[in-house]
């Protein structure tokens, strides 16, 4: 199992599956530390774990907490599976589709804006109207509005796209994503109102990211920037050669030399994982010469 986990990280063009497999193994933990607790009947164990990664409702225990933004989209509810199934099932599906279309780096921004923007719609409702503040609960947990985010992504981008349901046959995503959607307006003054205010959170924000990207605009940048960063710090540095140069002046690389086949191989993959627009200058006239006919 642990083989087949860190696969799933060194595979390109995989991304959902790496976020199915941070969320299962989160929730399995949870279990764990759950049963723990209540058969050795130290239950604070389990409860400081949950306040841990879950989004208090009130912004004055929200401000000592704040990383709760990210950790509440990657738990789920430990009382039953229904929860992580559903989610995970949509992340298979829309995501799968979003990266055929826009590559991992796509996949991961609107993931973690969709979290986002639910938390922030969370805390803002629950936190300046009367009938939300009353009905305060011990936090929002759950990667639903990032899901959100994912299926109107697609829905937006793909909206004829048809998905095959069992026992309803073909139905258009934008079928799918507004039923969910109107579902989660309807929610929003019950049961689960802090979930169904994250979904419709979460939502708008898929909605918006692939406009904004049709429009040339990428508000997911940063993440990936931030996510290269963080890896760069735990990557292995490569070893310094020392070498000495002659006295005569380097030659230079002719103009338009075409590239090894290992280095367009590398293009191709990076246009897969990030998208064409993600190219620099040389690599987008190495993929031209290549192309070229002789």
């Not at 225990?61 to 199934?85: E, K, M, N, S």
């Not at 992340?91 to 922030?120: C, H, M, P, R, S």
């Not at 735990?234 to 020392?242: A, C, G, I, T």
Request: proline share 3%.
């Amino acid at each position: 199992m642990l083989e087949e986990f860190k696969s799933a990280f060194q595979r390109p063009n995989n991304a959902h599956v790496q976020l199915i497999m941070i969320n299962v193994a989160v929730f399995l933990v949870m279990i764990l530390v759950f049963v723990v607790s209540a058969a050795s009947k130290n239950d604070f164990i389990f409860d400081a774990l949950y306040k841990t990664v879950a989004i208090p409702p009130l912004f004055k225990d929200f401000i000592v907490r704040p990383w709760t933004l990210i950790t509440y989209a990657f738990a789920h509810d430990w009382t039953g599976t229904l929860h992580i199934l559903f989610n995970m099932l949509a992340l298979y599906w829309f995501g799968k589709l979003l990266i055929e279309y826009l590559g991992n780096d796509k996949l991961i921004a609107v993931y973690v804006l969709g979290a986002l923007t639910g938390a922030f719609l969370y805390l803002l409702m629950f936190n300046s109207i009367p009938f939300f503040n009353e009905s305060a609960g011990v936090g929002l947990i759950g990667a639903s509005a990032a899901v959100y985010a994912v299926m109107v992504a697609c829905a937006t981008l793909l909206p004829d796209y048809t998905f095959f349901l069992l026992f309803l046959g073909p139905v258009r995503i934008k079928y799918i994503a507004a039923f969910f959607i109107v579902g989660s307006f309807i929610g929003s003054v019950q049961e689960n109102m802090g979930g169904n205010i994250a979904h419709l959170g979460g939502a708008l924000m898929g909605f918006i990211y692939i406009k904004q990207l049709q429009a040339g605009v990428n508000w997911g940048g940063w993440i990936i920037a931030v996510i290269d960063a963080f890896k760069s710090i735990f990557s292995p540095k490569p070893k310094v050669k020392v070498t000495y140069r002659s006295a005569e002046a380097p030659k230079k690389s002719k103009t338009g030399e075409k590239a090894s086949q290992a280095e367009i191989d590398a293009i191709l993959d990076k246009i897969s994982d990030r998208g064409y627009e993600s190219l620099t200058k040389e690599e987008k006239e190495k993929l031209f010469n290549a192309s070229k006919k002789n």
